[in-house]
């Protein structure tokens, strides 16, 4: 912020303090991005790094904007009137509380729940690139492997393994079969990581509600810089801040809201009116090839608005821009390549015609890349040559207007794309309900219902406007390519509101900067009623909104819930109903092992029993209470699109299903190969309280009520502390332990030995089908000879017994 506030000193300060706020945020994704090439990410590197470049930049604004050495004052110049930031301010206000409630955790299997489990995983130092099952390792009967595998390929959608032909450079395949990669460019996982490392793994997406404040305000930001009168600049921003598809994003745990900031931001410094702050444009390119696959999509668009404007400025910056454009771009798939190349490479399925596909994309984007370089270095040569020394701006802008072919290029920039998208739906689709989700008109319903269409009339009838102002013609250009473009070519139709509509988020704002601009000479008197009617169509879209969460199926705290309940090195068994959802949070938070259930294996938990120690199991169903004990029950919401209750005119929905589901948390009892104080003080008899993970023995003859099955078993028993011997007068204190009144072995604790675990052994025919009790015999010592306030007997400090089956 300190930053920003010193480099728009010419500004007003809120300016500077929200461009501050959002060059952070791209400064965090250039520095996790550059961790996750070389595989160091951690939340606490990139922090850091964020810190140490947020600082570098601070300092390098100071020393570029002093205007005499040491004269600091010369520093500040803000403009500090709050009354011209109104606008911004009251409808950021109002907007606030329609994207406040987020949604909540989803789970694997759709982009938003993997990147909150991905952001999960960072949180709890799980950060390497490619992630691994190990409890596959530890089996080693070859039918529970294969059912082990096919759950992680068929309950952890979004954990990526390629198939043994695929082109990999990174995928490490020595590792095993159960190694994966986390589906997506982790940087936004990566946000989410430290916003929920700060605030509370509940809280990972409340930033998304700073980055759509953000947007309203540099909509704002950039009519002022195209001049829009003061009610036209309000619609904009109002339009942007009702806009549902822009709500929803900023609901979610989707990259889309931040990727919404990358066009208006590049905007924002395209148009500014001081031109030499126009090369920053490209920094908003960059955060887009360190964030998001889809840069080749609008490569083209930054390629067209920089080789625009360099032939209408003849400024060398835009010259410079063009072939750095497409070096950036080369960079970005390497590096993304690098980072995830299964769902890098995969993301280019839309080039991959004519012999295309993964084996040789890389040679293609190469390719490709050389040749638009060269493309763009001839095209600034041929420019400069032509350019004459007396060039002017001016004149050469009003030729341009005044030409009636440059003014018919522009009308069928507009009419192409229109007249493709309409006769190709007309001949495509025979209803209205297949018809209403052409991505056109999706854009309609969000940039304003009656908005958009008019501002397309009065564009066609008053082109001439648009071509007497380079920063007219980048919104023109941009919402050529972004709105008209995409919506014919690159994504014809929305399958369905809201997930698949977020791919229109990014681009709504040019559309309405477009519908401002085409707008604005009409003043209040068109544009006022045309938004209010928009306004109206899409009220009970945003009021449904307001209240209810979208694609849900399970809430924050009962995952924290059921995590505080699971131990380290316990094995967890995850339903098949929760596995995709809790699978690898559970293991993460806790450092469990986690399987999912095997309905065809009966003896499944008495195995995994005999390997891990305890089991717990999550479920749904109430389980038998002769063999489990319940530790924790719950309700959770399962919310997500219904795609039945859609609305007429646009099929956005007016209703989520939700409906109530039962979780339940058991302790396997029937079989258990380890106790411990903490967990298992109910099964303890003879012992005095609780001292955090540990207990003493209050009587010679305590006992330990366990479930095992017959067997001949090592048994350790863990001291939570050592004896006093010197105090209490003893060089050594035997233990003697009995199995269902049996002898099973006598141990010393000695000066040697003291505090360390005990080991004892117990055979076949000295265990029983089920219950068993292990008794503990240890003489008990006045506690009073350590501690004169102590007035307790005590016998041995017990943390744990574990039966491990003897080999």
């Known amino acids: 912020m300190l930053g920003g506030v010193v480099w728009f000193r010419n500004k007003n300060l809120i300016e500077g303090v929200i461009m501050g706020t959002v060059m952070w945020f791209f400064i965090h994704i250039f520095v996790s991005m550059g961790l996750f090439v070389i595989d160091k990410y951690t939340v606490f590197r990139t922090g850091f790094g964020a810190a140490a470049v947020s600082i570098a930049v601070f300092v390098l604004a100071v020393f570029l904007r002093r205007s005499k050495p040491f004269r600091w004052k010369h520093i500040f110049r803000h403009d500090l009137s709050v009354k011209d930031m109104l606008i911004p301010l009251i409808i950021s206000l109002l907007a606030l509380p329609l994207v406040t409630t987020k949604n909540e955790f989803f789970g694997m299997g759709q982009d938003q729940g993997v990147y909150q489990t991905q952001a999960i995983l960072f949180m709890n130092g799980d950060t390497k690139r490619q992630k691994d099952i190990t409890e596959y390792h530890e089996v080693t009967d070859e039918s529970e492997k294969a059912t082990l595998k096919y759950n992680i390929h068929s309950k952890l959608a979004g954990y990526d393994i390629p198939h043994a ?13 159960s190694s994966g990669i986390i589906h997506g460019i982790p940087t936004y996982s990566a946000l989410l990581a430290m916003w929920g490392s700060i605030f509370g793994m509940e809280h990972m997406e409340d930033f998304e509600t700073i980055l759509y404040v953000c947007l309203i305000f540099i909509i704002y930001f950039i009519t002022r810089s195209l001049k829009l009168k003061k009610t036209t600049s309000a619609c904009v921003c109002a339009l942007t801040a009702l806009a549902p598809v822009i709500i929803w994003t900023a609901k979610s745990s989707l990259t889309e809201i931040m990727l919404t900031l990358v066009p208006a931001v590049f905007l924002y410094f395209i148009t500014d009116e001081d031109s030499k702050q126009r090369w920053m444009s490209v920094i908003p390119v960059a955060v887009f090839g360190c964030y998001h696959v889809s840069l080749y999509t609008m490569l083209p668009m930054f390629i067209m608005v920089y080789g625009g404007m360099y032939v209408f400025t003849r400024e060398r910056q835009y010259a410079v821009l063009m072939p750095v454009t497409v070096a950036g771009y080369l960079a970005s798939f390497f590096m993304m390549k690098q980072v995830q190349p299964f769902y890098t490479m995969n993301n280019y399925s839309p080039l991959f015609v004519g012999g295309i596909g993964v084996h040789n994309i890389t040679t293609v984007v190469i390719a490709g890349s050389a040749a638009a370089f060269v493309a763009v270095i001839i095209f600034d040569l041929i420019v400069k040559k032509l350019t004459k020394k007396d060039f002017s701006q001016k004149k050469f802008l009003k030729k341009a207007s005044s030409s009636k072919l440059f003014g018919l290029l522009l009308r069928l920039l507009i009419i192409l794309p229109c007249a493709y998208i309409i006769i190709k739906a007309f001949m495509t689709y025979s209803d209205w309900e297949s018809a ?41 250009i941009m919402f050529f390519y972004c709105v008209l473009i995409y919506s014919a070519f690159l ?23 477009f519908s401002g601009l085409a707008l604005d000479r009409f003043g209040g008197k068109l544009l006022i009623p045309a938004a209010a009617a928009s306004f109206l169509f899409i009220a009970r879209y945003d009021a449904y909104l307001i209240w209810h969460k979208d694609d849900t199926r399970i809430e924050w705290s009962v995952l924290s819930d059921l995590a505080d309940f699971i131990e380290e090195d316990e094995c967890v068994v995850i339903s098949n109903d ?74 956005m929905p007016k209703f989520f299903y939700s409906f109530l589901e039962e979780i339940h948390l058991y302790s396997y009892d029937k079989y258990r190969f380890i106790y411990t104080a903490e967990g298992d003080y109910a099964k303890m008899s003879g012992f005095g309280a609780l001292e955090i993970s540990f207990c003493w023995t ?49 141990q010393a604790i000695t000066q040697e030995n003291n505090g360390q675990p005990l080991h004892f052994s117990a055979e076949e025919d000295q265990v029983l089908e089920g219950e068993n009790i292990l008794e503990i015999r240890a003489p008990l010592w006045s506690a009073s000879l350590s501690n004169p306030n102590d007035n307790r007997e005590l016998g041995i400090p017990v943390s744990s017994v574990r039966f491990s089956p003897a080999s």
């Open 165 to 177: 032909e695929y082109p990999d450079t990174v995928y490490d395949r020595s590792i095993g079969e």
């Open 436 to 476: 209403s989700h052409v991505t056109l008109w999706g854009f309609c319903a969000n940039v304003g219902f009656l908005v958009m269409p008019l501002a397309i009339v009065s564009a066609l009838i008053f082109v001439k406007f648009f071509a007497e102002s380079q920063q007219r013609l980048v919104v023109f």
């Open 491 to 513: 994504r014809y139709e929305i399958r369905y509101y809201f997930y698949f509509s977020r791919y229109l988020a990014p681009f709504i704002p040019v559309g309405i900067l």
């Open 578 to 651: 929760y596995a995709s959802r809790l699978w690898l949070p559970i293991r993460s938070m806790t450092g469990a092992h986690v399987i999912p259930e095997d309905t065809g294996d009966p003896e499944q938990l008495d195995r995994l029993a005999a390997r891990y120690g305890r089991v717990m199991v999550i479920t749904k169903d109430i389980l038998d209470e002769e063999d489990y004990t319940a530790v924790y029950s719950n309700k959770i919401h399962h919310i997500e699109d219904d795609m039945v209750n859609t609305g007429t005119i646009v099929p």
């Open 698 to 746: 209050d009587s010679e003859e305590a006992q330990v009520e366990c479930g095992l099955y017959p067997g001949d078993y090592d048994i350790t028993m863990e001291m939570g502390c050592g004896i006093p011997l010197d105090k209490i007068g003893k060089d050594k204190v035997e233990v003697t332990l009995l199995l269902n009144g049996e002898e099973i072995g006598t």
